[in-house]
């Protein structure tokens, strides 16, 4: 999206534009635009200077970084497009199962989950021996 400035000639304008989604098709991989963009901003002109000072609003879909699963997210930023750095369809999302891969949302899995810090396998490898020993 580019903002030509030189249309601008008062000291103080105001700009709204509407951006709809297929504008914005290809953009990213990490989201995709599902509904109007819309800007809405004042434009401070001082001699060559600009200053824009205003709010964009949109909705993404964005996968959710725990099951996967797409959702909509309603966005309104000062021109910041404020993403969440992971986001997430909701906040008691459970993920997905990291053996299987089920969605824990939506099922359960009977799968038996055991991981062990590989650091601790000295110390586990004498506790073993000791217990033989007894």
């Not at 970084?65 to 993403?83: K, Q, Y």
């Not at 824990?104 to 038996?112: A, S, V």
Request: net charge neutral; glycine share 6%.
């Amino acid at each position: 999206m580019i903002l030509d400035l030189t249309h601008f000639r008062q000291g103080e304008s105001t700009l709204s534009r509407r951006y709809d989604p297929p504008a914005f098709d290809g953009r990213s991989s990490q989201f995709r635009v599902v509904a109007p963009v819309v800007l809405q901003a004042t434009v401070h002109k001082d001699k060559n200077r600009f200053r824009l000072v205003g709010t964009l609003t949109a909705t993404l879909q964005l996968a959710c970084s725990r099951c996967l699963e797409a959702f909509e997210l309603p966005v309104g930023a000062s021109f910041d497009l404020a993403l969440p750095m992971k986001p997430l369809c909701r906040e008691d999302c459970r993920g997905l199962c990291a053996s299987c891969g089920a969605n824990l949302n939506e099922e359960t899995c009977d799968c038996q989950v055991r991981w062990e810090d590989p650091r601790l396998a000295g110390l586990k490898a004498v506790v073993t021996r000791n217990n033989d020993d007894a």
